[in-house]
Nanobody
Framework: QVQLVEAGGGPVQAGGSLRLSCVASGYSGNCMGWFRQATGKERGGVVVISDRGETRWYSGSMKGRFTVSQNEAKNTVYLQMNRLEPEDTAMYYC???????????????????WGQGTQVTVSS
């Protein structure tokens, strides 16, 4: 049974940093990603990474501030978030087993496994 466990969220002041991790048990390989959902908004993509290390960012502003990486076993994904802004406040979710060959579109319904989420709260 596949299980995704996120960690690393919490409160932080604007301009600060956090590093999120997602450990996948029972799964390794293609197409893991980070999504986020702010209160009252739909879940949206942050970044998707393939097992070849190819990345697709949903927002240029996030690409400039966030960095995604994965371990050699391809079962852990990290999201390093720098220069955090209040607008980054959201529940951050890890997703795995995305589209074949990790080819877009990366809609939420194309990922088969999800973690419970980790809350990131950025205060101004």
């Amino acid at each position: 049974q596949v299980q995704l466990v996120e960690a690393g969220g919490g409160p932080v002041q604007a301009g600060g940093s956090l590093r999120l991790s997602c450990v996948a048990s029972g799964y390794s390989g293609n197409c893991m990603g980070w999504f986020r959902q702010a209160t009252g908004k739909e879940r949206g993509g942050v970044v998707v990474i393939s097992d070849r290390g190819e990345t697709r960012w949903y927002s240029g502003s996030m690409k400039g501030r966030f960095t995604v990486s994965q371990n050699e076993a391809k079962n852990t994904v990290y999201l390093q978030m720098n220069r955090l802004e209040p607008e980054d406040t959201a529940m951050y979710y890890c997703a795995a087993d995305g589209p074949p060959e990790c080819i877009p579109p990366f809609r939420t319904d194309r990922f088969n496994y999800w973690g419970q989420g980790t809350q990131v709260t950025v205060s101004s």
